[in-house]
């Protein structure tokens, strides 16, 4: 089939999308492939709650549809607006009372979870349920539902208690998010009560949200090969590994893209000065910026390493914070962005302000100073724990910053370790480390920075990663093949059932 003939309806349902709204990776993908996914043919629309930050962006939107809800109070209004200037429709479930506050889309101020995420996201959920079988007066009917994470993971659940409900797929962003609640909540949620049983929503005496995908959605898949086999170990499968080893037929990993029309050192508006891998020596200016930026010397051959992120320990933070205290004196400096908890903002800031010649921190979220770390710095850093995928490391080898990585996940997919053998043969693209140590970070550092001090070598690592392929267009095909499995089997039962009714 040529790409442009697909005429696959596509419902993709999630919580956050670039650049309507962003916590973490979850909103690069679903800012991305839906216009991949659009390139390719599919008729595709985003559902995302209207967040209080959305609303405030987009003033003036046409209601398309409203809607009440048995057992909420109230009218939800869908509105109808685009994903930037991205063509992709998007579709806004608008409930004041659950949706429109400000800030970001889980946490209130202090950074505690709103006490109420369970009754917000069932009531997302049970709207997309909705437009799924064609009940919001849209006059259109997915032929597959693709939800994202436990806030959207609801909708494969409610959908199986429809006999015509579309298939549906999941994807775990991260399994580590599970959205548990007590069973009092599911009781307060009106939702079926055949769902309370260790088959279906139960885990352990608890509501799980996550169980809705992992159990009812038609397929699943993960963001990466290694994390979807990883998952299906005790080590990191969170008491999960048995349910996803009993639908390991059905569970596959697909690799993140990269939004090129965001993240190009050849294009991007956020940067200072841009190039390619034919105009490296441009980078370089980059680097002089983020110094100043930071308020560190401005250097050009001190080895400067970088870090974006959420500062939890999925990440590993606490592994960097403890390296950060060996450097002093050495020809290396360090610049982060993040935000998290609130142990490791302290840590980072004390560390900075001990150090100012070799550490500068930022603390919050700031996309314009990512790119610019991004586009500046030699090496990025990324110790985590666990990934599913990881977007960072994408894009460090996009912008020709070389990654240093833990042997996980997406890390370990996505990353080629620096050999002899893997110089010679024109492979190599970053460090890979196995062991979430500060030793083992420690190491890995050490053998790039004594690569940084042959600048051949380094020059061609840069090249190598910035040549690399993590272009959306590839992963979108592998989904469509995976939504047009899913329609197949549907039309194949819709057949089988047929036969039978002539048959009584
Ligand atoms: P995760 O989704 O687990 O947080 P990813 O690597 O998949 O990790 O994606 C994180 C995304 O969020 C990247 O686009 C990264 O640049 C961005 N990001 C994370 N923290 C910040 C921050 N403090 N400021 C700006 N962007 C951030
Ligand atoms: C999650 C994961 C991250 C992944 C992102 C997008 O937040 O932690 O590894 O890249 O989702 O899929």
Redesign the pocket.
Known sequence: MTSKQNNLKILFSTSEAHPLI?T???A?VAGALPAALLNLGCDVRVVLPAYGDILKKQPSMEAVAEMYLPGVPGMVTLYATCLGDSPVEVLLVDHPSAFAREGNPYLDGDGEVWPDNAERFALFSKVVQRIALDQAQLDWKPDVVHCNDWQTALVPALLRQQPLAPPSLFTI??LAYQGLFPQSTFNALSLPAALWSPDALEFHGQLSFIKGGLVFADCINTVSAQYANEIQTPEMGYGLEGLLQFRKNVLSGIVNGIDDSVWNPKTDALICQNYTSRTLSKKKANKTALQKRYKLPVEEDVFMLGF???LVE?KGIDLIIEFLKTIENQAMQFCL???GDKKFEAALLRLAGENPKQLGVTI????V??HQIEAGVDAFLMPSRFEP????QL?SLRYGTIPIVHNVGGLADTVIDVTDESIANSTATGFVFDQPTVTSLGEAINRAQKRYRKPRTWHKLVRNGMNMDYSWHKSAQEYLKLYQFLQQEREAQKSIQTIKLLKE
């Open positions: 962003k973490g990776g979850l690069d962003h991260n974006i992120g959420r999925q962005l993040g935000s919050g979220y700031d996309e100073i990512a995928c990881g977007l960072n894009y």
